[in-house]
């Protein structure tokens, strides 16, 4: 049996930590989000996040990323920033008003979100599906078929990259250039409707694949990799749940 | 009395139509192979051949439905209803398209994923994987990821993750397409060698090339149905001109292909030999219509190069300039390509070669805009590209995609074809397209026999029909640089043929054309211009007469 070889050494450190662990991080992390309530400790914890995954995958501080989670965030922000009437009403507008607890809910909310999206972004991003599977099948007896499906989630966002980058490749290059207004909508519906075909298509593919190599044929199967788990690993799941923890008693 | 033995594979009396197809794709279909022999399936694109392994393979009717009718047996069992480890236990199958035959992860892990759903131990898997590896020359990149590879190092990982079943039964469609001629010397020995060693082989292709003789029976598809069948041998001392007619062989198997300009259309039974000239000469004037970007309009130079072949004198400005260029992927250990260096002139057609994963693509892709060039290395009309906008640099290049799969953007054929014209008239959805286009795109695609499929969506054509389709697309408009990539690969000659006369008309009309190709005797010339890449780095450039 062969252990993973391909992991890249020089790469940031969530890289080279096993799933498992940064499953049981993602966990914790997700755990003190929900229970988080004020603001501060809310954007303390995203901050300690954000740096975290921005050093430890050196590739996730990029637009894209950021203008993905305005898109989110703003409007959430907005809607849960009104739908609360609590402590000093600081401005108003017939029915609308704006209020110092609405103002903090909406940035607990918004924040847990954003800490939510970057954890699992982090953890699609900087895990090989192989070692995914591989942890959950031998060590913690998952039904592979579950592990596999699991798996190819993960790896569904860098597909959906992957098409976007071709369709606005052939777009391109059979001359379409960017619209205004009405026009632009329809060509970025165009544009995501060949995306969303040209992903539907590809896994189409995949499932075509693995199934005309035996996948799902008997109720087990073998490894050629092994999955050994760091001897490290244990200090830090332990390490990660006690200050999770900690933190959870003291905020 | 000696017994008849029991075939292998077995079809009786099958048809199949896809869904939403008002026609049958196969109709009444009957063929027997038995175990241990070699049989290879040839049909023009379209024909259904590639439909008819995936029928065999299972895969039709189970995952993309539609309707089989008759019966289908390999050893004992039903491939359209037969568990999934049964099948894989028995028999390996490789499409054309090797992206749709791997899963994810590495070469190690794409050869390893079969046997190990089938539950063979891992030292043995260790060991298929090694020996698959070196015999397919994988060893290299064994544990680089499938989307970073070329497309003949997928083509060969895909082929080694079938081979790792170890099955009794072979289906290649077109299994090397995408390889260098090393590459498809060192399949067909290993196909030749397993298929010794007992292996039943089915292989398809679209033209007969020099692995048909290898196989014991042949048959001949068309439109569906089986039209011919025999030893090798046989059929060409008996069917040449047929299997001319057919696009299987060549017109002349000993001419070179320049002489095949004045070709038949898609239908084999009509017209005439100057079916093509008809159609492009209207095609042609039309297209004077819309702004030549800068191309010369010389009728007189068209005729001569329709009639003889005779490609223009190159001179002028260069309308592609290559200086010194390097470049590297941001995760590569060496650079993709080096130091390279050469010009591209009007009327020029120039080959671009080398073995699979040196660095084609990635040239073809920096010099039509794809992959942002470096500061001062691609210049056009004397300005350097990595200053332009990606739609610059568009607008003054017809790209012909590797996988014409990846440069669909509508959704019929017809949209598909008009998709260039509309953005360069610059329509909004509703604006109707003016007749003149309309007529010019009718004719090209008529051209390419493709309008009576005008309504369909393009990825439901065929391998050779999908080429043609991409390269009538920007062929429709005049352009002073065409890129194609490796064109024609997998095509049969009806296909080859139209991508000809398409090229040396826009090279008649002033435009640079650069082919990238592995069989450059296909777009052989009397004066050619090879440029070989090796490694990254240009090794050759040269003029050389073909004949």
Redesign the interface.
């Known amino acids: 049996?062969?252990v993973t070889?391909?992991k890249p050494e020089s790469r940031g450190f969530l890289y080279r930590i096993d799933p498992l662990t940064k499953l049981v991080m993602l966990l914790c992390i997700s755990v003190l989000a929900v229970h988080i309530e004020h603001a501060l400790p809310q954007l303390l914890l995203f901050a300690v996040v954000w740096i975290a995954i921005a050093i430890g995958s050196g590739q996730l501080v990029s637009g894209p990323l950021i203008r993905l989670l305005a898109a989110i965030g703003i409007p959430y922000f907005g809607l849960s920033m009104l739908s609360v009437r609590e402590g000093d009403i600081w401005w108003q507008w017939g029915a609308l008003q704006l209020t110092s607890g609405g103002l903090e809910y909406g940035a607990v909310m918004t924040l847990r979100i954003f800490i939510l999206c970057l954890t699992s972004i982090a953890l699609s991003v900087t895990t090989d599906?192989?070692e995914l599977v591989g942890a959950l099948v031998l060590k913690l007896k998952v039904p592979y078929r579950f592990a596999y499906g699991l798996a190819?989630a993960l790896?569904f966002l860098p597909l959906l990259r992957?098409e976007a980058r071709?369709?606005l490749?052939?777009?391109?290059?059979?001359?379409?250039?960017k619209a205004r207004g009405w026009?632009a909508l329809?060509q970025t519906k165009?544009y995501m409707g060949?995306v969303f075909t040209g992903s539907i298509?590809?896994i189409?593919?995949?499932?075509?694949?693995?199934?005309?190599?035996?996948?799902?044929?008997?109720p087990?199967?073998?490894?050629?990799?092994?999955f050994v788990l760091p001897s490290s690993a244990l200090y830090w799941m332990s390490g990660s749940i006690a200050i999770t923890i900690m933190l959870y008693i003291i905020l | 009395m000696p017994t008849k033995p029991i075939p292998f594979v077995q079809l009786s009396g099958v048809s199949y139509a896809y869904e939403d197809s008002d026609s049958p794709t196969l109709e009444q279909i009957s063929l027997d192979v038995q175990a241990g022999e070699w049989l290879t399936i040839i049909g023009a694109s379209g024909s259904g051949k590639s439909t008819l392994c995936r029928i065999m393979n299972g895969q039709l009717p189970r995952i993309a439905g539609g309707q089989r009718k008759g019966n289908v047996r390999i050893d004992d069992m039903d491939p359209g209803s037969a568990e999934p480890g049964l099948l894989a236990s028995h028999m390996g199958s490789l499409g054309q398209d090797p992206d749709a035959e791997l899963v994810v992860g590495t070469v190690e892990d794409e050869i390893a994923f079969g046997p190990e759903n089938l539950r063979i131990p891992a030292e043995e898997i260790g060991r298929r994987i090694d020996q698959w590896t070196e015999a397919l020359n994988l060893q290299p990149i064994r544990h680089e990821y499938i989307h970073q590879l070329s497309g003949g190092q997928r083509q060969r990982t895909a082929l080694a993750s079938v081979m790792s079943l170890q099955p009794q039964l072979l289906i290649l469609d077109e299994p090397a397409a995408s390889l260098d001629p090393a590459g498809k010397q060192d399949l067909l020995h290993i196909i030749e060698h397993w298929h010794r060693t007992g292996g039943t082989l089915i292989t398809a292709s679209a033209r007969w090339d020099e692995t048909v003789m290898k196989c014991s029976r042949v048959v001949i598809l068309t439109k569906g149905r089986i039209v011919l069948e025999g030893t090798p041998a046989e059929l060409l001392l008996h069917h040449r001109e047929r299997l001319e007619q057919l696009y299987i062989l060549p017109p002349d198997i000993n001419q070179a292909a320049d002489q095949k300009a004045a070709i038949q259309p898609a239908d084999e039974h009509a017209n005439t030999d100057t079916y093509a000239d008809t159609y492009v000469h209207e095609a042609t004037d039309l297209s004077a219509s819309i702004a030549s970007a800068g191309m010369q309009e010389d009728k007189s130079e068209l005729r001569r190069s329709e009639g003889n072949a005779a490609v223009p004198s190159v001179s002028g400005q260069p309308v592609v300039e290559v200086r010194d260029l390097t470049y590297s992927y941001s995760s590569a250990l060496r650079p993709a390509l080096a130091n390279v260096q050469f010009a591209l002139y009007p009327g020029e057609m120039v080959l671009l070669c080398g073995v699979n994963g040196s660095g084609k693509t990635t040239l073809t892709r920096l010099l039509s805009g794809l992959l942002q060039p470096p500061v001062q290395s691609i210049y056009r009309n004397g300005k350097d590209t990595a200053r332009q906008s990606i739609y610059d640099r568009a607008a003054d290049t017809g790209y012909v995609f590797q996988h014409p799969d990846h440069q669909w953007v509508a959704a019929t054929v017809w949209e598909e074809c008009v998709y260039g014209i509309r953005a360069h008239l610059n329509l909004r959805p509703r604006d109707r397209l003016p007749d003149l286009y309309e007529k010019e795109a009718e004719d090209m695609l008529r051209f390419a026999g493709l309008l009576e499929r005008r309504d369909d969506s393009p990825y439901s054509l065929g391998g050779g029909q999908k080429r043609l389709l991409a390269a009538v697309c920007q062929f429709l408009l005049p352009r002073p640089l065409y890129i194609l990539d490796e064109p024609g690969s997998a095509a049969d000659y009806f296909t080859i043929d139209r991508l000809l006369y398409l090229c040396r008309r826009a090279v008649s009309q002033g435009a640079a054309l650069l082919i990238v190709t592995h069989e450059p005797e296909l777009f052989a010339a009397p004066e050619v211009r090879k440029l070989t890449l090796e490694q990254g780095r240009l090794i050759e450039d040269t003029y050389s007469s073909s004949r």
């Not at chain 1, 087990?220 to 092994?226: E, G, I, L, N, W």
């Open positions: 049996m062969s070889k391909n599906y192989r190819l790896t992957e071709l369709a490749a052939a777009r391109r290059l059979r001359g379409q250039r026009a329809l165009d060949a298509r590809r189409q593919h995949i499932a075509g694949a693995m199934e005309a190599k035996g996948f799902g044929a008997y087990d199967r073998t490894f050629y990799h092994s």
